[in-house]
């Protein structure tokens, strides 16, 4: 790589990240699952995230990633691949503490650290993106579409629109992944990057969405108006509500180590 792309590569850091993620086991883990059983759910969660995509584009391998449905499998796909990969790499410098050199270990952390960074992003992206796509196509597209599907177009509806967002909530409840303010802007970028797709794929005759007949329409207007706002919505929703389980895990440590070391809790207090 060169000192060019370097720079880019840590500006594009510093942006994102105003100080480096602390890599701690509660990140990797779960309060209300063991870790084995987390990684476990990790690992399942990836082979049915790659069986949906597969089976996707064997039915059309042409037109498969046209739909930012699909775009959101292949998605979590990578979430769950880079929340193991993470995983993996702290149980191994967990135990590798007393066997491996420093310099083994820095590697080892550095890894890590990258792979964590990689799926926080994807996981907000992914989850933000799941809910505007989820909302849009069940209240929009699914009343309007043909209701005598087949068995397979069930069990593909119900995994694409169904089954993604119930594996990225199941892993959003399980684990403690902050939200940052400033990975929205990840979100606008791949709704902007969908857009110019989608244009391109229009201007050769190939229109998508059938039920919007036009970009130059005040109805498409305020279906992409719509999805920005759903998705800030849903972003900063999902902000508030992890940093509200955040205080009260917060809250629960502070009482547990006041109990044990006899020392009466202070309640609210106001941070320096």
């Not at 080892?108 to 993106?129: C, D, N, P």
């Not at 190939?206 to 305020?222: F, G, I, K, M, P």
Request: proline fraction near 2%; include cysteine.
């Amino acid at each position: 790589m060169s000192p060019a792309d370097t720079g880019v590569v840590s500006r594009l850091n510093n942006f994102y990240w105003q100080h480096e993620p602390e890599i701690t086991t509660n990140q990797t883990s779960s309060r209300r699952i063991r870790p084995g059983t987390l990684l476990a759910f990790r690992i399942a969660s990836i082979f049915i995230s790659l069986g949906t995509l597969l089976a996707g584009l064997i039915n059309s391998p042409a037109t498969y990633f046209a739909y930012i449905s699909n775009w959101a499998v292949a998605a979590t796909m990578l979430t769950f691949v880079t929340l193991t990969i993470s995983h993996v790499c702290q149980v191994t410098r967990r135990f590798s503490i007393s066997t491996t050199d420093f310099e083994e270990l820095a590697k080892i952390e550095r890894y890590e650290m990258r792979m964590f960074k990689a799926a926080s992003v994807l996981f907000e992206v992914t989850l933000t993106s799941e809910i505007v796509i989820c909302v849009i196509f069940w209240t929009m597209v699914f009343p309007d579409s043909n209701k005598t599907a087949g068995v397979f177009e069930i069990i593909d509806l119900a995994l694409v629109y169904c089954g993604m967002i119930t594996l990225l909530f199941i892993e959003y409840v399980a684990h403690r992944m902050k939200f940052h303010t400033r990975h929205y802007a990840v979100v606008i970028q791949v709704i902007v990057l969908y857009m110019i797709i989608n244009l391109t794929l229009a201007s050769f005759g190939l229109d998508v969405y059938s039920w919007v007949h036009n970009w130059a329409t005040w109805y498409r207007c305020l279906f992409i108006s719509a999805a920005i706002l759903l998705s800030f919505l849903a972003f900063f929703v999902l902000k508030y509500l992890e940093d509200v389980k955040e205080r009260r895990v917060f809250k629960k440590d502070e009482k547990m180590i006041n109990l044990m070391v006899g020392v009466p809790s202070l309640g609210n207090y106001t941070q320096l």
